[in-house]
């Protein structure tokens, strides 16, 4: 079965550093990840996916099939990146998506 | 646009009591999918539909139904409920359900079991 594993649960850094929130998943075939970020008060919205290889807020994120991971970067932290990220997965077909637990970044002045 | 819409915010029943949330996905969004999310089981698929049609359902047991409207239009029901069913219920729509499709969530609907 296909799984995701956010293995921080809280990350804790200085505003200026850089950021990486990882994300690893098992899955034989050939997954579509995401990541998704929640706000304090807001709606869980998508930050990034894997097919369109985009960079959103200075986010980046690589696919390494070899290590099945699927790391969230970003070279300088902001202090409104302070939300919770999840990382996710597709193996089928249609929007059903596995989550990862979920890691809370906070950004510290 | 006007967002995802999730009715009731907040919910409190009894064990045993059925409930019904409703979701009322962005316009021209026809793939509506329900998530449950709990502290301790995190994000959980439920199930997805289509113009309709159930497409995707996941690992809950036969009291978790949902079924959509022709105007898009979902709700999602729970019957004899149990103290485990208290969680924030997810609702997000797509335009359709191609693989990787962009999902819009509600803000949930809060439900407590007493």
């Known amino acids: 079965a296909q799984r995701v594993t956010q293995p921080e649960k809280l990350l804790s850094v200085f505003k200026g550093a850089p950021v990486e929130l990882k994300c690893n998943y098992s899955?034989?075939?050939?997954?579509?990840l995401f990541w998704y970020v929640q706000y304090s008060r807001q709606r869980l919205q998508l930050l990034l996916r894997?097919?369109s290889r985009e960079s959103i807020k200075g986010f980046t994120a690589d696919l390494n099939k070899g290590e099945t991971s699927f790391h969230l970067k970003k070279p300088f932290a902001q202090e409104e990146d302070s939300a919770m990220y999840y990382c996710a997965l597709i193996t089928g077909g249609g929007n059903k998506l596995t989550f990862g637990t979920g890691t809370q970044l906070k950004v510290e002045l | 646009k006007a967002g995802v819409t999730q009715t009731p915010r907040y919910l409190i029943k009894t064990r045993g009591q059925q409930v019904t949330l409703s979701c009322s996905p962005i316009s021209g969004h026809r793939s509506v999918s329900w998530y449950q999310q709990t502290p301790g089981q995190g994000l959980q698929f439920l199930f997805e539909?289509?113009?309709?049609?159930?497409?995707n359902k996941g690992n809950f047991p036969g009291r978790f139904s949902g079924r959509q409207f022709s105007n898009s239009r979902s709700e999602m029901n729970v019957s004899t409920l149990e103290l485990g069913d208290s969680a924030l219920y997810l609702c997000?729509?797509?335009?359709?359900?191609?693989?990787?499709?962009?999902?819009?969530f509600g803000s949930g609907t809060q439900l407590s079991v007493l």
């Open positions: 997000a729509s797509s335009l359709g359900t191609g693989r990787g499709e962009k999902l819009f």
């Open positions: 539909y289509f113009s309709e049609t159930q497409r």
């Open positions: 894997h097919i």
């Open positions: 899955y034989s075939g050939s997954p579509e």
